[in-house]
């Protein structure tokens, strides 16, 4: 009989030391999964538990201490054996690797015997946990470190055999790019391959999140986002689904059922709201245990549930495969999960998955659902909780209690949510309007307002902390800003307050009031670029402010950020004359690949690269095209291209060739070719190189 090779789950975004691990291990005939953060790992933990975990320390986004804090939290997972891959000889990163969990650590890079020799001792043996047997772990090069002591094979929930080869097929990046509104034709082009399969989608996100996360630091927002997604995950896997996506405070999953088996997608997916539901309410005690002191809303959440026909695509590159599902039933189950903000029920069901998902579901109060593009409205019902079966003994009746329970006080929750909002409307209040002389920001004088755009205001401050000014974008906090937009705006501050240079913008400090959120940043008395080069600047002007800009894109660059909206009016001017890059809500770091969904077009669209024109992936290149576009403009005073629509624009920039200067600038004419070159490869590829070439013009 053929026994199944053990499977180890490589957590790291260091691809090289990824790719040789991967080869290293297979070759010795383990079966290996790969995820790139703590996030998608802990997702894959979820789906399936490994009989091995090997996680990475620095990640960007949940980091290797973060996920093993949630391994370590949840019951199905406590005693998954972890091997830590650490960058270097750290007694600090000992302490925080001994404390979070790890069974061995192995410094990089790690010879292949040495990487075999510590997953085999993995497996051999199981560590014994609250106990003191971590005491010797030690950074050991050359030797790997072993496990606490001898034990069975770690026990692994058993799938059924279809739904398994299924799971087997899926990509190694577990969690998907595209929900909403894809653009079709930009996805065919990605995609490897597709499947149509009828099945339901879950959608959940947590309500009051924006609230919470108010009175708390953001390490204390990631561990407390870490410790619930590990509880909410759970119920998703017992019910034999997969989580497809995390979107900021919430997650997309789904669920079908194995060809010639029971259709019983729509009643687990269900199920899982329910136990969702369940594990949320529970979740409100490890926030009393952490946070005793704070006065924090209550936490709930809002889950939507759809059954209809999905397509599961699978796209990428070389080196990457990700997965996504795409559909009508798609969106409207993130419709569903929306309506619970209105209606205030905890599940809302479309009649189909309720229809579907059999007797025992019980309902309560029925709405119809409008959505755009439909004739008809979608018909609705709240889900309240499971009716036992009818063999269930006194304590599976208890369980069934305590979830119809907490449903219902999840649902109080959101609907006394919705009336404190209604008495605010009938008195007059705008939650989302804000008078400069009411902003309390600690430490800064609110003076007048300098702008507004989409969700966001931006006023000019007295800036008591460091004297001077500043200035304070704030984003309004309601419901449709919650999850990525607000995601988005913390990010903005995390990815320009890691670069100190003279060139980008100074950004002070992030939090929140009552009603916004806000990031303190440099004032810039002196405007905008785009006023300085309605005219045309001198070419020796142009070339001074060529060099501040690409100097100010090689410091983003070496951490790793690409701006993807540069133009003139992101570069500000100072009194003493200098440049500052700024406005980074739309900047994304390389490795980060959760926040952009295939086909999504960033940035303005005189100023886009050929790849972003497509919808396609961005590096530092693309920011170095649309400076090549901004010189165009210094120079001439006007755009290179022109058209009566956006998707004409775009279209130039994707075939119509590089402009050609006016006589006079001539000699910028080879520079200019190679930054707005149309393939990314003949472009520079450094914004330094940019630099060297201006000087010796």
């Not at 014994?128 to 001898?150: E, H, K």
């Not at 209809?308 to 699978?314: A, Y």
């Not at 800003?481 to 003279?502: A, C, K, M, N, V």
């Not at 490869?681 to 630099?691: F, K, L, T, V």
């Amino acid at each position: 009989m053929a026994t199944t090779p053990p499977e180890i789950l490589i957590v790291d975004d260091d691809r090289p030391l990824v790719g040789r691990a991967r080869q290293y291990l297979e070759d010795a005939g383990f079966k290996v999964r790969v995820a790139e953060d703590g996030l998608q790992g802990l997702a894959a933990v979820m789906m399936r538990a490994p009989d091995v975990v090997m996680t990475g320390m620095t990640m960007k986004k949940m980091d290797g201490i973060g996920l093993m804090q949630s391994l370590r939290a949840n019951d199905r997972t406590r005693t998954l054996p972890i091997v830590v891959l650490a960058p270097e000889h750290d007694n600090a990163e000992l302490q925080r690797a001994q404390a979070a969990g790890a069974d061995a650590v192995l410094l990089k890079p790690v010879p292949r015997e040495l990487l075999l020799s510590a997953v085999s001792d993995a497996l051999k043996t199981k560590p014994l946990r609250n106990q003191t047997t971590m005491a010797g772990l030690r950074f050991t090069q050359g030797a790997s470190l072993p496990v606490a002591t001898s034990a069975p094979k770690l026990e692994q929930h058993t799938l059924p055999a279809n739904f398994a080869q299924f799971l087997e097929s899926s990509p190694q990046t577990l969690i998907g790019e595209s929900i909403l509104d894809p653009d079709e034709d930009l996805i065919a082009s990605q995609m490897i391959s597709k499947r149509t399969t009828t099945g339901t989608v879950l959608f959940s996100d947590i309500r009051n999140f924006t609230s919470i996360s108010e009175q708390l630091r953001s390490e204390q927002v990631v561990e407390m986002l870490n410790a619930y997604f590990a509880r909410a995950c759970e119920p998703i896997q017992r019910q034999h689904g997969w989580v497809v996506k995390f979107l900021g405070d919430g997650l997309v999953a789904l669920f079908e059922s194995p060809e010639g088996q029971l259709q019983d997608h729509a009643e687990r997916a269900i199920k899982a709201g329910l136990l969702m539901v369940l594990a949320a309410m529970r979740f409100r005690s490890w926030i009393r245990e952490r946070h005793p002191n704070l006065d924090l809303p209550e936490f709930a959440i809002g889950v939507g549930v759809h059954t209809g026909e999905i397509t599961v695509c699978k796209m990428g590159g070389s080196e990457t495969v990700e997965t996504t599902i795409i559909g009508d039933t798609v969106n409207i189950a993130a419709r569903l999960e929306e309506k619970t903000k209105e209606v205030g029920w905890s599940l809302v069901s479309s009649e189909a998955a309720f229809e579907s998902a059999g007797a025992r579901v019980l309902r309560g109060q029925h709405s119809a659902l409008t959505v755009k593009g439909r004739n008809a409205p979608v018909e609705i019902t709240e889900i309240t909780g499971l009716a036992p079966k009818a063999n269930a003994n006194e304590q599976e009746r208890k369980f069934y209690e305590a979830v119809a329970q907490a449903v219902a006080l999840n649902s109080k929750s959101l609907q006394q949510r919705i009336a404190e909002k209604a008495a605010a409307a009938a008195a007059g209040v705008d939650p989302l309007a804000i008078d400069p002389t009411s902003i309390k920001v600690p430490g800064y004088r609110v003076m007048r307002k300098l702008g507004e755009g989409g969700m966001s205001l931006v006023y000019l401050a007295g800036n008591d902390k460091r004297g001077g000014d500043a200035v304070l974008k704030m984003l309004r906090m309601a419901p449709e800003t919650e999850g990525e937009i607000l995601q988005r705006f913390i990010q903005e501050y995390r990815l320009i307050s890691q670069i100190d240079h003279p060139n980008v913008a100074k950004i002070y400090e992030q939090g929140f009031t009552q009603t916004h959120a806000y990031i303190a940043m440099e004032y810039f008395p002196g405007g905008d670029l785009r006023a300085l080069s309605k005219a045309g600047l001198k070419p020796d002007v142009a070339q001074a402010v060529l060099i501040q800009i690409a100097g100010a894109l090689a410091a983003i660059h070496a951490r790793g950020i690409v701006h993807r909206d540069m133009k003139p009016d992101n570069v500000m001017l100072r009194d003493d004359g200098s440049l500052g890059l700024a406005d980074f809500g739309i900047a994304k770091h390389i490795d980060n690949k959760t926040l952009t969904r295939h086909g999504e077009v960033f940035g303005t669209p005189y100023y886009l690269s050929p790849e972003q024109a497509l919808g396609g992936a961005v590096d530092q290149r693309s920011d170095i095209y649309s400076l090549g576009v901004m010189l165009f403009e210094m120079l001439t005073g006007r755009k290179p291209y022109y058209a009566d629509n956006a998707q004409a624009l775009l279209y130039q920039h994707v075939h119509a060739p590089v402009p050609t200067l006016p006589q006079e600038h001539t000699r910028f004419q080879p520079l200019l070719n190679r930054m707005m070159a149309k393939k990314p490869a003949e472009r520079y590829q450094r914004a330094d190189d940019i630099i060297e070439s201006v000087i010796r013009l």
